[in-house]
Each structure stands twice: as structure tokens, then as C-alpha cells.
């Protein structure tokens, strides 16, 4: 069975087919901005307009199939930008129609979980979530992807954003962030946020950038002691839920998922609980098509699809209002 799945959540738009067993193709273009500067949602728009042929035939080559060779189809509807999921919703609908193939709406964060579980085999862990739009702890309770803890106002890869572009580094930021985190030394105290399960990150970003103004301290080190900050603020609440539902594996992804300190930092914490980390292979920690193929094909072989006439853009679609037919 073959499933291609279309990402176009938000700033990049990706195309991936897989069968059962195996990736067959993974081609994705990223929308690039200029130093400094944020993603506009017109800018996506027309992006993954104009990418869009260009990147199915990549893949299709990839995969050395043809659109009629493929058993379902499908795309990320929510959450995301309007403007970026429209377009991926638009050519998914028009593939189903025209080559009379199965269409499946995949939910961008459950996709970022499954691509997940698929690639490091993880079967019951606790999840944390952290990109640029997200920052959740999540567990399978009854078929959803229960939401166990979250942040109360910006993502994590949000906030790291906001301190990069304050700094005038290309998006994402995140890998720079973390090079220059690196180079730091000597811990500069920050404000820790943790309420309960949730979490904030509003604050600290203001602090930082107050920081870098006065210039008081070393860049580096500002830099090291914000991420030091931030992801032990994750680790705490990730192994609160862990012993609070009696996990011993924790599974991350998303797009911060790639950065080396925070893997360090959990690999701690788990060796101490004598827990498993299991982390999503860089290279599909960030949005990609893959994700979406895989997702569609679960949902789709457990006898799902969807009606064209039902399948409008979700926004807000959270993690938790999808059932889980798959597992
Ligand atoms: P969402 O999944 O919530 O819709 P998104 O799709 O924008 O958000 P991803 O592509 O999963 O997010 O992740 C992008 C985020 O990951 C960006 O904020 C980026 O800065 C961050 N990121 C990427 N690499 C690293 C890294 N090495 N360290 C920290 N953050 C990183
Ligand atoms: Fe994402």
C-alpha cells in the first residue's frame, strides 16, 4: 500500500510517500526570509503555490511511481496558518478527485507523534511535543493524545525564534541558538516558569533580550543560561507526568527535538528513572510530507477517510480532538 502525505502547515511545504515498510520519497522547500525578519502568511501562500508541481514530480521520481500507483492521499489540515494549509488541502482534494484516490485529513501535531513511534519503534511512551507552534506533554489515554501539560503562552521554538530574530539570525533560529549556546560558560540566572504541568516562556524572552540590551553579560553566556533555563523547565514536567502515570519511556519530537543539549539533558533524566529516551531522527524532527504519508496510511488501513465536502482547513484542530482508530 503507498501513501502520499502533503505538509503545509506553515513555512514549509513538503511532499513524502511511504509504503509499509519504508520512506520512498521525502522532498520539502522551506519559505526563507531575510535576516531578522518572520514569516508572512502570503508569503507561504504563494511559496507552496509555486513549489508545488516542482515538488511532487521530485517525488514521484523519488519514489519511481506514478500518481495512479499511489492507494491514498493525504494532508495536513490543522492547526496551522490558513493561508499555508489551504494550499496543501487545495491539491490534496484535487489529486483525490482527479485520480479518484481515498483522501485522509492528517493533524500536523499527531503526524509529528506517529512519525515519531514509526522511526524509533516506540510504543507507550510519554511524548513530548516542542516546536515552533507547540509545546505539550502528551500520553495516550483511550485512544486520544491526552494533553498532560502545556504552555500558557508562546511555544518553545517560538521563543526561540524571538530571541534569534532579536539577534538578526536567519529562521529558524533554533541551530544557531544552539551553537552559540554552546560557547557559554557561567550561568546567568533567569526566570523558571513552571505552574503545575504548564509551562511559560513569555517572560524569560523578554528578560533575555533586556539582557542582551544592557550588555552586561556575555552574549554566550545569556544564551546558554536561557536554554539551560528553558529546556530544564521541560525536563521537569516531562518526568512529573512520567511518574505521575508510571511510564519508563519518553519520546520527543517536533522541531526543538533536534537540538543535542536537550537530548543530553533527558538522557540524564532517564538514566536516573532508569527510563528510555527515544528521539526522532533529525532529519524528520521538522515538518516534512513523510509524516503526513505515514499518518494517512495508519488511519487509512484501520478504515479511514474523508469527503471531500468535509475536509475545510482546522486552524486550532489540537492533538487531543482526534481519535486514535490506529492503535
Ligand atoms: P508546529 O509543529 O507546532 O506546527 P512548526 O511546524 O513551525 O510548529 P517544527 O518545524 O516542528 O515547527 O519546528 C521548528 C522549530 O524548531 C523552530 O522554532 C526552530 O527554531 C526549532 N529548532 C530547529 N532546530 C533546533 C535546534 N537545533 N535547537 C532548538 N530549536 C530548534
Ligand atoms: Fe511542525
Redesign the pocket.
Known amino acids: 500500500m503507498i501513501s502520499l502525505g502533503i505538509e503545509s ?4 511545504l513538503g511532499i513524502g510517500i511511504v509504503n509499509e515498510k519504508e520512506i520512498l520519497a521525502d522532498v520539502r522547500d522551506t519559505l526563507k526570509t531575510e535576516k531578522g525578519k518572520g514569516y508572512l502568511p502570503r508569503e507561504m501562500f504563494n511559496h507552496h503555490l509555486e513549489k508545488f508541481n516542482e515538488l511532487l514530480f521530485k517525488a514521484l521520481d523519488e519514489a519511481k511511481i506514478d500518481l495512479k500507483d499511489i492507494d491514498v492521499i493525504g494532508f495536513s489540515r490543522g ?2 496558518i490558513p493561508n499555508a494549509l489551504r494550499v496543501g488541502a487545495f491539491f490534496a482534494r484535487y489529486i483525490s478527485l482527479t485520480f479518484n484516490k481515498p483522501l485522509v485529513d492528517v493533524n ?2 499527531v503526524a ?1 507523534i506517529e512519525i515519531g513511534k514509526w522511526l524509533t519503534n516506540s510504543k507507550d511512551p510519554i511524548i513530548v511535543y516542542l ?4 509545546t505539550q506533554i502528551i500520553s495516550l489515554v483511550n485512544k486520544r493524545y491526552r494533553i498532560l501539560g502545556e504552555t500558557e503562552d508562546i ?1 518553545i ?2 521563543a ?2 524571538e530571541v ?1 530574530r532579536f539577534l538578526n539570525f536567519e529562521m ?4 544557531k ?2 551553537e552559540l549556546a554552546k560557547k557559554g560558560k557561567k550561568y546567568v540566572e533567569m526566570p523558571y516558569s513552571v505552574k503545575g504541568m504548564n509551562l511559560s516562556f513569555s517572560g524569560i524572552v523578554t528578560y533575555v533580550k533586556k539582557l542582551i540590551k544592557e550588555g552586561k553579560y556575555g552574549l554566550e553566556d545569556i544564551i546558554f543560561s536561557f536554554q539551560e533555563t528553558i529546556f530544564s523547565m521541560i525536563v521537569e514536567v516531562s518526568e512529573r507526568a512520567m511518574a505521575m502515570l508510571e511510564k519508563n519511556e519518553v519520546l520527543l519530537v ?3 527535538a ?2 543535542k543539549r ?1 537530548q543530553e539533558m533527558f538522557e540524564i533524566m532517564c538514566k536516573d528513572r532508569n527510563a528510555e529516551l527515544k528521539v526522532v531522527p533529525q532529519k524528520y ?3 516534512n510530507g513523510v509524516m503526513i504519508a505515514i499518518n494517512a496510511l495508519l488511519a487509512y488501513k484501520h478504515g479511514y477517510s474523508i469527503n471531500i465536502e468535509n475536509s475545510s482547513i482546522k486552524r486550532n484542530w489540537r492533538v487531543d480532538e482526534v481519535e486514535i482508530i490506529w492503535i
Open positions: 502547515t506553515a513555512h514549509t492547526m496551522g500536523h501535531g509529528h516546536s515552533g507552534g507547540n511555544a521554538g517560538n526561540i525564534d534569534a529558524p533560529g533554533g541551530p541558538i544552539e517536533g522541531g526543538v533536534a537540538n536537550l524532527a521538522a515538518d
